[in-house]
């Protein structure tokens, strides 16, 4: 294929930038403020996993750190003050160290640890060897960072601060401010103190808390630099060379210039190549509830993801869009995500036409090695159906198989591999079911149609246009939800008709008048069956 993609250009330019680098150094930076939400799977983790992944083939080795912003102050937004109990008391932790508030559930240690895990815990499900670290650690443990900070508030001060004022238009730092905030020993705020005097021999300032009015003498282990610095600090201290950012930080003249700024003219060291990238947003039910946000908890974690859908297809769609596209994702609409990645898999082993964006899309979200042929595709539609459709619900994998054949889906012999990817959609799409789907994909087939609700819609003539679909359907090569919604197109019916017509086929399958798109249902029904259901349903009015 001729044409790269987006994310190619971005591994080509770092390898340039870097050619004289044998290690190149990627990373992501987020703030455990709350929900930690896939939205924050896209630049962080599947930009630079995709990147690092297209660098290595250059040759290079590579790192991907995810740098946890932990001693940033905790703001007590209505989201946050929710997750307690007891709103009060937890109001008394707003501007404590993140790392410091309280578990509000009481099963971690501390905030940070419970918000994490949902995240934390699948990184490896959507890249591989990401490396955290937390910037509590970097203060404490890092010599690098210890460095950092020493010069930031001694030597380079006053040019760290004419240098943020470029930026801070009409509320800029005061001309002797210590761009650096000590957590308050005895209201344990991080966001109320002020730095009065640096001593530098014992690593220590001197600070007042504009909360509870103490003063005293706090280490320079014991709280963060301005966000700006410290954001340039671990840059500087972890040689990161490629980090992508959110939209809020790429404006002209914005956060990212200035730290840019920073890092080259009062320190002295290259920034790292960055991509701007735009915020994933969130919707219920056919309703946009706006942007992802971790401190106001809205979105889904990875956790939810990986419970309805396999990690490669939400990489697929970040690395579809491109970077400064909005994404909006919601977990109603999993079958239809599905959907689009099956189809740009179909066109990656051209079995179908498609734009080459597509393939390669699919290709760069694979976190293993393409399957050596085509693998056949059992749609995630037709996994929920056969979920609910089969007596063992898809757990017997020989009786999913059996009903493949038995419709013609399946006509060779299956790999273990394809075996597995079957098993591993049916119990997705089955899950699916139970915490997403609402009642209208729900449904069971029926041991015996309701014949007093059948009697009232199946007239004379609907039971001739049933008679009419049991020898369309009886003549089909094809057993599958084109042909079978093809069979029904064909028949000549009235409005009035048409609504009877389906009426009838719903009880004579589930029992119910009305639900989901019938065709798929019936494809994955052993054809004998449903024609001769339909047969017995149109002799109700003596049609022979």
Known sequence: ?????????????????YRNSDVIVGNGGLSVSGLQHVGRLRGEITIVDTVLRLVRKSGKETRHLLTLYTVDAWKGKEGQLRQ?????????????????????????????????????????????????????????KNERMVKFVLVSVTTLREKVVSTINKYRGEKKLSPDAIPFQPICEK?????????????????????VCRNCGHEGWQSLSRGKLNWRVEWVGVWYTLGVMFEPYGKDHATPGGSRDSCNDLAENVYGFKPPAGLAYEWVGYRV?????????????????????????EPE????????????????????????????????????????????????SYELSLLRNPFPEPPFQLRYLNAM??????????????????????????????????LERISTRIALARRWLELYASDYYKISIVEKPPLDELLKVVDRRV???????????????????????NAMISLKKEKEE???????????????????????????????????????????????
């Open 84 to 140: 307690f109990r007891d709103v009060e008391e937890a109001r008394n932790y707003i501007g404590w160290p993140l790392y410091r508030v309280p578990d509000p559930h009481g099963c971690h240690a501390n905030w940070v640890e419970h918000y994490w895990e949902y995240f934390g815990s699948h990184l490896n499900d959507f890249a591989e060897n990401v490396e955290v670290i937390t910037t509590k650690d970097l203060y404490e």
């Open 498 to 544: 048409e609504k009877k017509f389906f009426q009838a086929l719903y009880l004579i399958f589930f029992g119910r008048s009305s639900g989901p798109r019938i065709a798929p249902y019936l494809a994955m029904l052993n054809k004998d069956f449903v024609i001769r259901r339909i047969e017995e349903a149109s002799s109700l009015a003596g049609v022979s």
């Open 313 to 360: 297809v939400l990489r697929f769609l970040y690395l579809f869009a491109p970077p400064m596209r909005r994404v909006v994702l919601s977990l109603d609409e999993v079958p239809s995500y599905y959907d689009a990645f099956d189809k740009a898999e179909r066109v990656f082993y051209g079995l179908e036409e498609g734009e080459e964006e597509l393939s390669k």
């Open 385 to 418: 159906i056969l979920s609910q459709v089969l007596p063992s619900k898809g757990k017997d994998i020989a009786e999913v198989v059996q009903r493949l054949r038995e419709t013609r889906q399946l006509t060779r012999e299956l790999q273990p591999w394809e």
């Open 285 to 309: 039910r056919g309703k946009d509830l706006g942007d992802m946000g971790s401190s106001d908890f809205i979105g889904f974690s990875p956790r939810q993801w990986v419970e309805v859908a």
């Open 463 to 485: 039971a001739e246009l049933l008679k009419g679909l049991s020898a369309a359907l009886s003549g089909l090569d094809r057993w599958d939800e084109e042909s079978i919604k």
């Open 187 to 207: 209201c344990g705020r991080i966001d109320t103190t002020e730095a009065l005097e640096v001593d530098p021999a014992n690593f220590r300032v001197r600070y």
């Open 1 to 17: 294929m001729s044409g790269t993609h987006w994310i190619e250009d971005v591994a080509k330019q770092l390898v340039s930038e």
